[in-house]
């Protein structure tokens, strides 16, 4: 049996590494992360505390992760070519991935909205939020001021809490909440 090389040894600790995120949010969604424990994450995942911490310092520091790459991944749906101006294009192609990103990652989508209302969870991923949130609230008021919308700062936080609150509705129920005709009707009245 030859030695690993530097190639397999980078794709076993990837694979390790999503192997205890997955098993994080497994364990975050059903126990919330106050009630989460590591040891819960570790035997979940099938790893020891040690392994874990070889990858990351605490469970704050395994939440904050999540919380990170979930959002780069997001990111990326919104300004896809980020020229800070959407179009109507670009407008639609947002409301479709986004939903598209909540179907595929329910697990993360569920801590998501479990953090945002647990004040001392939130601290703890507060900035990486809002390092995405500002952004996307200035480009979408941007966007219905070149609409000619009266007051496009209400229009652009509307967006925000119905794309929220269509998301909270469908995480409560996805067998039965009907996504696709309802982001077909955000894109009809909100482009």
Do not use: C
């Given at each position: ?21 997955d098993?994080a949010?497994?364990v ?6 106050m ?5 819960m ?60 990103l909540?179907?595929k ?11 945002i ?16 949130i ?29 794309m ?6 469908y ?21």
């Amino acid at each position: 049996m030859s030695p690993r090389t530097t190639e397999q040894n980078i794709e076993i600790k990837k694979e390790k590494r999503t192997t205890i995120i997955d098993a994080a949010l497994e364990v975050f969604a059903e126990k919330s992360f106050m009630g989460a424990s590591v040891s819960m994450i570790t035997k979940k995942a099938g790893i020891s505390k040690g392994l874990l911490y070889n990858y990351f310092e605490s469970k704050e520091d395994l939440l904050i992760q999540i919380i990170h790459e979930g959002f780069d991944e997001f990111v990326h749906v919104f300004d896809p070519n980020k020229d800070g101006v959407l179009t109507t294009d670009e407008f639609e192609f947002f409301v479709d991935e986004t939903f598209s990103l909540l179907k595929k990652d329910l697990p993360f989508w569920k801590l998501y909205f479990s953090i945002i209302v647990q004040p001392a969870v939130m601290a703890l991923v507060q900035d990486k939020l809002m390092e995405f949130i500002g952004p996307f609230i200035q480009t979408l008021v941007e966007y219905y001021q070149k609409t000619g919308v009266k007051n496009p700062e209400a229009h652009a936080m509307l967006m925000g809490s119905i794309m929220d609150g269509v998301s909270l509705n469908y995480i409560m129920d996805p067998k039965n909440y009907p996504i696709e005709d309802v982001k077909k009707i955000i894109i009809d009245k909100f482009k």
